[in-house]
T-cell receptor, first 114, second 115 residues
């Protein structure tokens, strides 16, 4: 079945540092890939997504590129801020028509210190 | 615009008591609806999803059930809670008539502690 493996945390960085959170997946066909973010005490919000190979999703300075050859969707940001502290989830949805059920990674907790 | 609400936000229930979490979506029709659970220190697990009124699919066997009495209402229930039911429950929706890659939107979540 489908699965997502993401970098285990917690990750602690200083403000303005470069961020990479690794995510790899296993799926049949051509899944869509997502990054969701969960701020403390809140539900999940979509951060960015990519629906086909070589697509780059971007939002709020975060980027991730759909790499089919390496089955990866790594999240990056050039300069993190304290407000980026949150839990980040990588996820995929199956490629079957009508199948929008998300398979999530276990999440990576990111803490940014001033 | 579309919005999703779920309640209650927080509840503490004794073992063996019943549970009812409710979720409603506004601003769209015939959505796909989902219940996820996030256990402490773990990822998100899909519990139930629904593509229409009265149509419920269960992803994992468990002590919980779901119902969809109206197009935009999704209810998570239990007759007798277990300690292992504690967690963060998230309702979510996506546009129906499934198109691969549709975004799933989440509610604010409900914290359940079974004591």
């Amino acid at each position: 079945g489908d699965s997502v493996t993401q970098m285990e945390g917690p990750v602690t960085l200083s403000e303005e540092a470069f961020l990479t959170i690794n995510c790899t997946y296993t799926a049949t066909g051509y899944p869509s890939l997502f990054w969701y973010v969960q701020y403390p005490g809140e539900g999940l919000q979509l951060l960015l997504k990519a629906t086909k190979a070589d697509d780059k999703g971007s939002n709020k300075g975060f980027e991730a590129t759909y790499r089919k050859e390496t089955t990866s969707f790594h999240l990056e940001k050039g300069s993190v801020q304290v407000s980026d502290s949150a839990v980040y989830f990588c996820a995929l949805s199956g490629s079957n028509f009508g199948n929008e059920k998300l398979t999530f990674g276990t999440g990576t907790r990111l803490t940014i210190i001033p | 615009s579309q919005t999703i609400h779920q309640w209650p936000a927080t509840l503490v229930q004794p073992v063996g008591s019943p549970l009812s979490l409710e979720c409603t979506v506004e601003g769209t029709s015939n959505p796909n609806l989902y219940w996820y659970r996030q256990a402490a220190g773990r990822g998100l697990q899909l519990l139930f999803y629904s593509v229409g009124i009265g149509q419920i699919s269960s992803e994992v066997p468990q002590n919980l059930s779901a119902s969809r009495p109206q197009d935009r209402q999704f209810i998570l229930s239990s007759k007798k809670l277990l300690l292992s039911d504690s967690g963060f429950y998230l309702c979510a929706w996506s546009r129906g008539q499934g198109v691969s890659g549709n975004t799933i939107y989440f509610g604010e979540g409900s914290w359940l502690t079974v004591v």
